[in-house]
């Protein structure tokens, strides 16, 4: 009988050292996959950031000296509705376009109405998936520039800075 006792403790104990190693294991599983999916979306945050800031410094401003900014001219704050499944979303943005030349800031102000309107469709044919992260964020400003160099015949719009961004 004493023998039976000892052999329950034994198959009992056993049991609770393969949970504990199990317990233990799965533990450092789910640490491990969540530090490399971690790392690896701020890889590629880094990387999103790293083409960007390659791009800028590839083309520097025209006339413009290396790390001098150039004419600085602030939009009104943009309210737009964005598209997003079944919710009705707004996006409320305020932008500070920076311009290769006083030329350039001059033509931004005489088309303020235009380079409004092609802003506000631009932003509004966007869905809340493509502007809630960095990526499309950053995605939205290669956009913005594009469509604004466009029409523009007195220079260039050579950064654009979103100095608030708010998506509700």
């Not at 294991?25 to 800031?53: I, T």
């Not at 932003?123 to 499309?136: A, F, M, N, P, V």
Request: glycine share 10%.
């Amino acid at each position: 009988m004493a023998e039976e006792a000892a052999k329950k403790d034994k198959g009992g104990g056993m049991k609770m050292i393969i949970i504990i190693v199990a317990a233990v294991l799965l533990l450092a599983g789910v640490g491990a996959g969540a530090f490399f999916l971690g790392s690896s979306k701020a890889s590629a945050a880094k990387g999103a950031q790293g083409e960007g800031a390659a791009a800028e410094t590839a083309a520097p401003a025209e006339g413009a000296e290396a790390g001098a900014v150039g004419p600085l001219v602030a939009l009104e704050d943009f309210i737009v509705n964005i598209m997003d499944g079944q919710e009705t979303r707004y996006l409320k943005a305020a932008i500070t376009l920076e311009m290769t030349s006083e030329d350039a800031a001059a033509e931004i102000d005489q088309r303020k109405a235009q380079v409004r309107d092609a802003v506000l469709l631009l932003i509004g044919s966007k869905t809340y998936d493509e502007l809630r992260d960095l990526q499309g964020k950053l995605q939205l400003r290669a956009d913005l520039i594009g469509r604004l160099n466009s029409f523009l015949t007195r220079g260039r719009v050579s950064k654009i800075y979103f100095t608030d961004f708010v998506v509700q």
